[in-house]
């Protein structure tokens, strides 16, 4: 049975979090009063097909239906997890919750969006205010993992543990407050910043445009990847944190920043705040920004996924979880039919693998043939512990037929059969497909070497049992169309 959600409110937030939802394999089940409420989502939705399935590097599940309501009770029915992001008024909230509890599941979660309000200002008189915490998400919540979770003495261990649960299930973050505090922490630092820019505004000092760009080429790169704590820690050089405060913590006491005032916002303070920005970025649509927005941070999040760092960390992690729901097995023990070519790989072409035809470019088949026979390699033991202990396979030769062309946001499986395997060889052939489309087929020739003299040498005992197995499984398939075939032959 599907896993199913409720969005109350579905403004940009609200939107995020159903298009986070849906996209995770959850049904949605949306209430707004608002008459454009599923032309917004919808919109929202279509930003997050673009870019959320190429963020990680296998594929996500089925989507979700998602479904609009005009009654609360009826969009909350049978929901696991409510998540309201109504207006920061607390009366409004207050209302939406007194309606919940008539409504909702006791065991379900109610998580608010809320990004001001302290959970025991949104639990004071609810007799729901066990099922109640904040869930403070950041946009686009498709995209960026960040959830303050926050909670008090009024939850019980098991809604805490289920909202952990939820969060991570769906490839976020849950940074769990224990104690609350007003804007939670992020919004705290984002506040502090804001301020003392609204102040170099206020003062001539600075543009919107320089201060974007005194952001994002420099301080900004690095809180991306390594905090702020972090960060600092580096700066300190061999010395460390101690060093960094030592030198730095006495400029603390000098007058630089004006974080404890804001300047009056007059009329002359809006008007060069919103000119500066329309000269800034007025040429480009709020849709185009967002597209623009998500482009980039799907390839930051990317690279930090190549050094298993950061955000890119977190992704490969939950890149794992769908690894393991998609069915490709950790070892060839776990595969339940051996006499049929192993899945290998299962992903969406994400946006950065295109070229300038607007298709899959060349390198990224071999990329994806390369990714699987490295997914077959751990199958049969040859993982990293493996290889650190001195031995892995070596590619020899390599054929790859293009069949058919592929764009972004395909959702594509390889699958692998072993012609070949015994000794020091492994002869491997991939089949890319785009559900019955066959996009492409690898022929991938490898060596198994001793990394120690740079030769060939026989594999491990349980690397060659593993490959023989498989390789006996799938003596009896016919031969794949095209094997051995040399360029320019007929298909």
Known sequence: MKKQAAIIGGGVIGGGWAARFLLNGWDVRVFDPDPEAERKIGEVLANARRSLPGLGNMALPEEGRLSFHADLSEACAGASWVQESVPERLDIKHKVYAQLADCVAAEAVIGSSTSGYKPSELQAGMANAHQIVVTHPFNPVYLLPLIELVSTEANSADVIATAKEVISGIGMYPLHLKKEIDAHIADRFLEAVWREALWLINDGIATTEEIDNAIRYGFGIRWAQMGLFETYRVAGGEAGMRHFIAQFGPCLSWPWT?????????????????????????????????????????????????????????????????????????????????????????????????????????????????????????????????????????????HIRHLDEVHAGAKITVRTQVILGEGKKMHLWHEMCEGARVLATGEHMLLHVDLATRRAAPPAAQVEAALVKIATAHASLPAPEGLGRAVGAPR
């Open 258 to 398: 004006k974080l404890m005032d804001v300047p009056e916002l007059t009329d002359e303070l809006v008007d060069a705040i919103a000119d500066q920005s329309d000269a800034q970025s007025g040429m480009h649509s709020i849709r185009e920004l967002e597209r623009i927005r998500d482009d980039n941070l799907v390839g930051m999040m990317r690279a930090l996924g190549a050094n298993d760092w950061g955000a890119g960390a977190l992704q490969n992690a939950h890149d794992k979880t769908l690894r393991a729901g998609a069915g490709i097995v950790g070892h060839v023990d776990d595969i339940a039919d051996l006499s049929q070519p192993v899945l290998t790989l299962h992903r969406v072409v994400p946006l950065d693998w295109l070229d300038y035809n607007g298709h899959m470019t060349e390198s990224r088949y071999l990329q994806a043939f390369a990714d699987s026979t490295d997914r077959f390699m751990e199958m049969i033991g040859c993982d990293a512990d493996y290889i650190a202990s001195g031995g892995s396979y070596f590619t020899a030769e390599t």
